[in-house]
């Protein structure tokens, strides 16, 4: 168990629709991370944020917007969505960020299916 | 931008055997993970890496910055190490350091 907890573990959605993915990170982590993996892309950094703010922004679409809360959880958000959308979300935590990433701690991961 | 390539793509081994799997990237970052994905999905952290050596039981890895390459070894591999293992790519020129850059895994197949 990493201590990473992501919620809901699946999600089948029709395209349009828009969808929430929520990370609880380690107690302590500040840094929160989300990746992408799909079949054809495999895993892609999408962003990361460092106690509530955006620390570094990878391959994330404009559709596609997240936020870290007081309480360190973080939520994905994922608007308008296409069936290409469909893949692992997965979140991670460290309990550095500020020079680099340190040791990651990752969730079991989110599938979204995309209908 | 940081290009990884992984190699093997596939491997197969007999329980027992030494197995290296190797990682180049095309630009200088500021360090190397490796990481084990299982058949259900969950991803684990092995190992965290800017220069030298690491060991955890088993498991070895290695970083030659002049070369941008690391490699993965396990010794008396198991049938419990079947797995995907990614190596992922910290950091580099014109890229911040929070941004991992991944390689497309290796599935690691060891038979009893």
């Known amino acids: 168990d990493s201590g990473v907890t992501q919620t809901p573990k699946h999600l089948i959605t029709a395209t349009g629709q828009r969808v929430t993915l929520r990370c609880s990170p380690r107690s302590g982590d500040l840094s929160v991370y989300w990746y992408q993996q799909s079949l054809d892309q495999g895993l892609q950094f999408l962003i990361q944020y460092y106690n509530g703010e955006e620390r570094a922004k990878g391959n994330i679409l404009e559709r596609f917007s997240a936020q870290q809360f007081p309480d360190l959880h973080s939520e994905l958000n994922l608007s308008s969505l296409e069936l290409g959308d469909s893949a692992l979300y997965f979140c991670?935590?460290?309990?550095?960020?500020?020079?680099?990433?340190?040791?990651?701690?990752f969730g079991e991961g989110s599938r979204l299916t995309v209908l | 931008k940081n290009e990884v390539e992984q190699s093997p793509q596939n491997l197969t081994a007999q329980e027992g055997e030494f197995i290296t799997i190797n990682c180049s990237y095309s630009v200088g970052i500021s360090a190397l993970h490796w990481l084990q994905q299982h058949p259900g999905g969950g991803i684990v952290s092995l190992f965290m890496?800017?220069?030298g050596k690491k060991k955890h039981g088993r498991l070895i890895a290695t970083i030659n910055i002049q070369e941008k390459h690391s490699s993965l070894h396990i010794t008396a591999s198991h049938p419990r190490d079947s797995a995907v293992y990614i190596c992922?790519?910290?950091?580099?020129?014109?890229?911040?350091?929070?941004?991992?850059?991944f390689g497309k895994g290796t599935l690691l197949t060891v038979n009893p």
């Open positions: 890496l800017s220069s």
């Open positions: 991670a935590s460290s309990s550095s960020g500020l020079l680099n990433t340190g040791e990651l701690f």
């Open positions: 992922a790519a910290e950091g580099g020129s014109g890229g911040s350091n929070y941004k991992l850059t």
